[in-house]
């Protein structure tokens, strides 16, 4: 079951796009309106490359929601489960953005670029309208904005050899989330060490959609003695290592508590911040669902194509699987879901239903790989 | 240039998947997080049962933002640049929706069900959040939420045929854009008179998402006798008519007025909406572009891949091209453009950059052809 996505003007092109049509890009998705690179047509060897050498990234369609003006931090507040004050300049902290019924609508990293500025680094949700939303409802002295500003991965391993070769060996002391705007032969950018994959990893923020081959072939060269190559987000590594994906994990209407990201989340803080009424309810009450994890039995499967439903063993709906892959490393199938808590301990029985058939599962803890 | 599109968790399918896979679907893009098909491997073909029979389209990715509750007219109104005051319930009206700086965010249908409940039927921007954002910001009692309601579209001539077969002769007498609630062999849904051509045509809003193979094989069984055939949204059919496409068309800062969507916006009325004062200032100094048509010389053009920049010919910047295709029925080619508005004259020469060179065009009005 293949089909051809179609290109045209109404989603946009990556900065990155001819360099990755340069490197053979055989697969796309659409992410935040724009192209993304999914594969270069040998899955195995780009998850090799991701957790052994190092791998190139076309994420420019993680866009930044800018936030900037004197009712900047107060509205940035509003939003984010943690204490804003004590961020300072050239940090970034993972911050869920929740609706009033504690609906986790984005996950996005956010930035501080200067006292009265500020990025939400975003998944797959238009930020921009609920931001721009609730600054135009209370009239703040904020603008809302998309800067032209496009992400590029280096992750793997060897990520930190490639980015002291290029920028320095202060790269090595930034400390994760943290970043430091510089440049590369005149090309203007933020460097941050961050990434979504668990391996060591960089993103460049281009602050020029014009440089975005000229950035892409610099990294390539400096990478060639790493064993760089081309490589896309990847379903296999972020599911062993539990790395949440917005959209296929959290799709219609999950909860930062039941998706177990708590810790993000301070609801005994002293700012408020929308959501927090209803988090704190549901803090009470005990979530109603669970994120865990799941051994599917042989045969191996394809990864999954939507959110699977499964049941118990006596037929009741358990729940919705969130991805299913063959782990390569693990050599068994693996699968992140959603289950009602009465099933979610280690050890319970469920059943899957794939395209191919009923499946038994075991519920099992994750991540599935540390990072190490 | 072609490339695969990954099926996975983090994209919806709709409640038509498996039907327009067994209609033999080729061609897929995303809108609104949904899976939607562009084509089932005849261009022609699709085009010309459009214009001369009837076409079925999976348009389920058309997702409504309902919004039901005390407060709901309240913030229909602030939102929507008509005098909601004036619609009836089982009326529709197209209605553009603005942010602060007057920059077109959405052009959804806005259709009245009751007194208290609305939806706004989107295009592809996540209009949830801007009006979830703007109601929890000002803590109206309302609710924001996506129903399970999923449109499939019936275009062409002989679709008011298809309709009376299936529903009964009451459907010639729907005004358009009005619409009626009732169901067929027990599947909810309600019935439109709408959709995206400039064709005849109607909308089925399928209120079961479990029910989408039905409703999709009952239509196909009731348009064979009239031709009816699989197809989708057709990038000639709305080039040569003059439909507007939210996201090619507006990317990345269009107002409605430059757009040439003033008589859809009623400055002028006494209630205020968000983005009136930024449109009423536009419009007094005038729209800085226009929105115009373009014949491009020969040869035959491949459908535009993304905007392509235009000069005028002394060299200088003179705008971006919306959408270029060869039109079928005039066999020549023809575009849409935001053009620099001392350039936006009918018969004004520009040169456009297409991916094969440059091309001389020439500036003329739309539509390129009236609906008949």
Redesign the interface.
């Known amino acids: 079951?293949?089909?051809?996505?179609?290109?045209?003007?109404?989603?946009?092109?990556s900065p990155y796009f001819d360099a990755t049509?340069a490197a053979g890009?055989?697969?796309?998705?659409?992410y935040n309106?724009m192209y993304m690179p999914?594969?270069f047509g040998d899955f195995e060897a780009e998850y090799r490359r991701l957790v052994e050498t190092v791998a190139l990234w076309d994420v420019a369609a993680e866009r930044q929601v800018q936030i900037a003006g004197p009712d900047a931090a107060r509205l940035v507040q509003m939003l984010a489960p943690r204490d804003i004050s004590k961020m300072k300049v050239g940090q970034g902290r993972y911050a869920l953005l929740s609706?009033?019924t504690g609906k986790l609508?984005n996950d996005p990293v956010l930035l501080k670029l200067a006292d009265d500025r500020f990025w939400f680094s975003i998944a797959?949700?238009?930020?921009e309208?609920?931001?721009?939303?609730?600054?135009?409802?209370?009239g703040l002295d904020v603008e809302v904005s998309?800067p032209d500003v496009s992400p590029l991965a280096i992750q793997g391993p060897n990520a930190p050899l490639v980015m002291a070769d290029l920028f320095g060996d202060w790269v090595r002391e930034l400390k994760y989330f943290a970043f430091r705007e510089t440049e590369l032969d005149g090309i203007p950018l933020i460097l941050a060490r961050s990434g979504w994959s668990k391996q060591a990893g960089f993103e460049i923020y281009l602050m020029d959609g014009t440089r975005g081959t000229d950035l892409w072939d610099r990294v390539m060269s400096a990478g060639l003695p790493h064993g760089i190559g081309p490589g896309s987000p990847n379903?296999v590594e972020r599911t062993e290592g539990d790395l949440l994906?917005w959209?296929?994990d959290t799709?219609?209407d999950a909860n930062a508590l039941e998706l177990g990201l708590g810790a993000f989340i301070n609801l005994d803080m002293a700012p408020d911040f929308?959501g927090k009424e209803a988090l704190t309810k549901i803090r009470a009450e005990g979530p109603k669902r669970r994120r865990v994890g799941l051994f599917i039995e042989p045969p191996t499967l394809e990864?999954?194509?939507?959110?699977w439903p499964m049941q118990d063993l006596d037929g009741n709906a358990a729940g919705l699987?969130?991805?299913a892959v063959p782990s390569i490393r693990l050599q068994r199938n693996i699968a992140i879901a959603l289950v009602n808590t009465p099933l979610a301990d280690a050890g319970t029985r469920l059943v899957v239903e794939t395209p191919s058939g009923p499946r038994q599962a075991e519920v099992t803890a994750l991540p599935f790989i540390q990072p190490g």
Chains 1, 2 share one sequence.
């Open positions: 079951m293949t089909f051809r996505i179609t290109i045209g003007p109404r989603i946009r092109k049509v890009v055989s697969d796309m998705t659409v309106h999914t594969g609706d009033v609508i797959d949700s238009d930020m309208y609920w931001v721009g939303g609730i600054a135009a409802a209370l998309e379903v994906s959209g296929a799709r219609p929308i990864p999954s194509d939507h959110n699987i969130s991805v």
